[in-house]
């Protein structure tokens, strides 16, 4: 064999694994419940719903916390402070603390292929620029730290409202993609007129 064929596979090899390392998500390692190197597909992808739970699960002890813009804690929290406490409480992980570094970190996913503890995204009020994140806890519905419209802080809102819609960004993953599964934590009723930043 040939060193310029040798080079040749060696660099095909490498890209391969730069692309797929620009495809992977954020989260697949380097915390407490991330599945070992050596995880079967099976148990891998139970450690993730069990991650992507705990996240959620975290989250939603926050709800009725109050908005406050640059919050961290429950005595008030913005959107991406919510998403940051979320994570962290869960799995002891930092997540960047900007929603449009959030976006930019996370995997984008069509939004019909959304995952509870995928991150929503928005752009708000006619920004050009992510302004807006949210955590999807599935059946089109998210929580997150809402600023304004009829009620704000920590709440469930729905991505079938209106001014979702209108300002709806994206998906973006945090950790791989599991099996279907459903997180019974969110069963929680919620007001779906509430409409927010």
């Not at 090899?13 to 099976?42: C, K």
């Not at 069990?50 to 975290?58: D, P």
């Not at 969110?186 to 409409?195: C, D, K, L, T, V």
Request: with cysteine; charged share 15%; hydrophobic share 45%.
């Amino acid at each position: 064999m040939s060193i310029r064929l040798l080079m040749k596979i060696l660099f095909s090899v490498m890209m391969i694994f730069i692309v797929l390392g620009l495809y992977a998500a954020p989260l697949e390692r380097g915390y407490p419940l991330a599945p070992s190197a050596g995880a079967s597909s099976d148990e891998r992808s139970r450690a993730y719903i069990n991650a992507r739970t705990k996240v959620i699960e975290a989250a939603v002890k926050y709800l009725g916390t109050p908005y406050s813009y640059g919050g961290t804690s429950a005595a008030g929290m913005d959107c991406s402070g919510f998403m940051f406490r979320s994570f962290h409480d869960a799995l002891g992980v930092s997540l960047p603390r900007s929603s449009s570094i959030l976006f930019t970190w996370a995997v984008s996913v069509p939004v019909e292929n959304a995952q509870p503890g995928d991150l929503v995204f928005f752009r708000t009020n006619g920004s050009r620029s992510i302004n807006h994140v949210g955590l999807y806890v599935g059946n089109r519905r998210f929580i997150h730290a809402a600023s304004a419209g009829s009620q704000t802080g920590v709440i469930f809102s729905s991505l079938n409202e209106q001014y979702y819609i209108n300002s709806f960004a994206g998906i973006g993953r945090a950790f791989p993609e599991t099996s279907p599964f459903n997180v019974d934590i969110i069963m929680i009723p919620f007001n779906n007129s509430a409409a927010s930043e």
